[in-house]
């Protein structure tokens, strides 16, 4: 469609805008938010009457969670339909990296669904085995690498870029796909961690989306990149509306998922927008970079590895729960006070990982 409105607006100097990426972005904010807005309810009543019990809670977590019982989860799919449509609206469906991107976060969110569906229906907190699950993240994630590389400059494509530094790079060769895996798995299960609080991970996403969508704006913008000696990545300036885009849905998401949450992110969604943030921290060359915008989801992630190497081999635990947002709620901290102290934790590193962009 933007195809046809890009090429349509030069015969018409008034539709010029459409070619232009910040405004399409604008347009994506706009509209995945006013999807979600419109459809949103009828959703959640579809996911309610489907789910009966909901979400099952965790028996061993804070006590003030067994008040949540009920609430349906898979919102993921709200964010999820949001984004794909209004990516189909102001996309340019010409552009590699747009499929890409859609592709891993669709294909995550399968997982996620899986995953959610089988808590559902067997009212167990655990979902379908950890192995297989990663393992079909890894698949999805390689190929998806493998796309990036081939679509990308030989041997710019598979070579890490370090912040700070102008010319640093290191050329991984065919590596890199085991390092771009790492990076999008990783960022998945991150996010998936994170999401454990009404309105906690899914502000986070939409901070590291933002910060995304003007990396992904520089680093595809020759003249940008240029001033600020990043590396140009051609092509990967249009991923600014994929992030414009889960903002906006990511703030529709937010009306329902605030506290009280009427309906959870679930897996679906969580999974998803961390694949989506790693993979568009592969194209556009700042991977080191996502683990500082995306350093709140690094530590829960870390937490609970910490947690789980620490019970396994001294017999105790480093954390009162992990992760490690549980903990801060058995300290005493109340859950809005966890969520909006998360919040600011993320904006905080989000404007450090920006600050890269120009210290170099």
Same mark, same amino acid.
């Given at each position: ?166 010319? @640093? @790079? ?47 704006? @520089? ?70 970079? @996502? ?70």
């Amino acid at each position: 469609m933007l195809t046809f409105l890009a090429e349509f607006s030069w015969a018409f100097p008034g539709l010029n805008l459409f070619r232009y990426i910040t405004f399409r972005t604008g347009g994506a904010v706009m509209t995945g938010a006013l999807f979600v807005f419109l459809f949103g309810p009828w959703i959640i009543s579809q996911l309610r009457l489907k789910q009966g019990k909901g979400q099952p809670i965790r028996t061993d977590g804070p006590a003030t969670h067994l008040t949540k019982r009920g609430t349906p989860t898979m919102g993921g799919l709200m964010i999820l339909s949001g984004l794909v449509a209004t990516v189909l609206i102001w996309g340019n469906l010409s552009n590699p990296y747009v499929w890409i991107v859609l592709l891993v976060t669709i294909g995550f969110g399968a997982i996620g669904f899986y995953d959610d569906y089988l808590k559902v229906t067997k009212q167990t907190h655990a979902g379908y085995s950890g192995k297989a699950r990663l393992a079909m993240e890894a698949v999805i994630a390689g190929v998806a690498v493998f796309a990036i590389m081939h679509v990308g400059q030989p041997g710019f494509s598979s070579s890490l870029a370090f912040p700070f530094f102008k010319n @640093l @790079l290191l050329d991984l060769g065919f590596f890199f796909v085991a390092f771009g895996v790492v990076v999008i798995v990783g960022a998945g299960n991150a996010v998936n961690l994170t999401d454990g609080l009404d309105g906690l991970a899914i502000v986070p996403v939409m901070i590291a989306a933002a910060s995304f969508g003007v990396i992904s704006y @520089l680093a595809g913008n020759a003249v940008f990149a240029d001033y600020l000696q990043i590396h140009f990545v051609t092509g990967t300036g249009e991923l600014a509306v994929v992030c414009g885009a889960v903002i906006g849905a990511g703030l529709g998401f937010l009306w329902f998922n605030a506290p009280p949450a009427q309906i959870f992110m679930g897996d679906t969604g969580s999974l998803a927008m961390g694949g989506m943030l790693g993979t568009i921290a592969v194209a556009t060359k700042h991977e080191i970079v @996502l683990a500082i915008i995306g350093g709140l989801f690094v530590l829960e992630a870390v937490s609970v590895i910490v947690q789980v190497a620490s019970f396994k081999l001294t017999g105790k635990r480093v954390f009162r729960m992990a992760p490690i947002h549980h903990h801060f709620e058995q300290l005493g901290w109340s859950e809005p006070q966890v969520v909006v102290r998360f919040w600011i934790i993320a904006v905080v590193l989000a404007l450090v990982g920006l600050a890269t962009l120009k210290l170099r």
